[in-house]
């Protein structure tokens, strides 16, 4: 890594890497996976999963941790109702790391940093949900989002 990029907070890709980042996209973060291999490459715009080739925006992690060595999220995919966008969870995905530097810290600052408000909601089922207003990186405005309880 050169001495500029460390300065400004820049990470270099892993080697191995064949993303195909955005112009505006930097890296913020990365971190080995011990089981499987590959890396998760946490950029300002969203996160790359290993062997995956595509980003995953901040805007659809429903939820990410860290514990007990490995960074575990769900991600959602979303319904577009119009006005708003109704999300579905994936089942969790478990990534152990070896090393996981600064990726916990970034993925929980860019997943809450991407929330500009919530509240609770009753659907018109009955069921319960959270209604979110996200920033989508790389864009301007918020988009509303609907997260049913399971």
Known sequence: MNLLRRLLGKEDLPEGFAGPLDPEENVVAVA????????????????????????????LVSKASWADGAMTFVVAT??????????????????????????????HQRVTGSIVSRERATMPDGREAWVLERHVPGRDGTIRQIHPDP
């Open 78 to 107: 979303q319904e577009d109702l119009g006005k708003a966008f109704l999300l579905h969870d994936g089942p969790p995905r478990r990534f152990p790391l070896g090393e996981p530097g600064k990726v916990p810290q970034a993925v």
């Open 32 to 59: 080995d996976v011990v089981r499987g291999g590959g890396h998760l490459v946490v950029t300002n715009l969203g996160v790359w999963f290993p062997g995956e080739p595509e980003r995953v925006g901040w805007h």
